[in-house]
């Protein structure tokens, strides 16, 4: 399924990069060549998310001893800013009781460069999020969480809250 998925990115990258050559070399001598940023994002966005939903899982897979698998692919456009893009985040969650101990990261997919950024993703150590989730009552929850930086060798700020539901 992963395969597919990233077959599909990498198509929609070709065709933006024909695009690009399309507008660049049939353009008239004397007026500037415009640019296709702004014009084909929303294409891209649209194609990414149809590529995300029809690749990819949108529910827990559950592992069995408690283990779960959550994925979550967000592809975002912002307008005003004329920039898409799309990240993976992978998450690893644990039952134990009622409280829910997880393990995740981000990894960024495209950027608004129109280009396949995952295979950078791996040329750095990775930043891990970590979390636990619990029920105090059908309407209060408490969750704890920090971050770890692979590469800078360091923890980011613990948290702790509570959320009240009504």
Not at 15 to 38: A, F
Not at 42 to 71: C, E, F, K, Q
Not at 125 to 130: E, G, K, R, S
Not at 136 to 154: I, P, R
């Amino acid at each position: 399924m992963q395969h597919s998925f990233l077959m599909a990115i990498l198509s929609i990258q070709q065709c933006n990069d024909l695009d690009n050559y399309y507008v660049s070399n049939n353009s008239p001598q004397r007026s500037p060549i415009k640019s296709n940023k702004g014009k084909y994002h929303m294409r891209t966005i649209v194609l990414a998310t149809a590529v995300a939903m029809a690749a990819t899982s949108a529910t827990a897979i559950d592992l069995g001893y408690g283990l779960t698998m959550n994925t979550d692919v967000v592809a975002e456009h912002k307008f005003d800013a004329e920039s898409t893009t799309m990240i993976i985040n992978p998450e690893l969650g644990y039952m134990t009781g009622k409280a829910e101990w997880t393990v995740g990261t981000t990894l960024s997919i495209w950027d608004d460069t129109n280009s396949f950024t995952l295979d950078n993703e791996f040329d750095h150590a990775p930043t891990l999020d970590f979390g636990v989730v619990y029920p105090v009552m059908g309407n209060l929850e408490f969750e704890a969480g920090t971050t770890y930086d692979f590469e800078a060798e360091e923890r980011g700020e613990l948290s702790a809250k509570f959320t009240f539901s009504f």
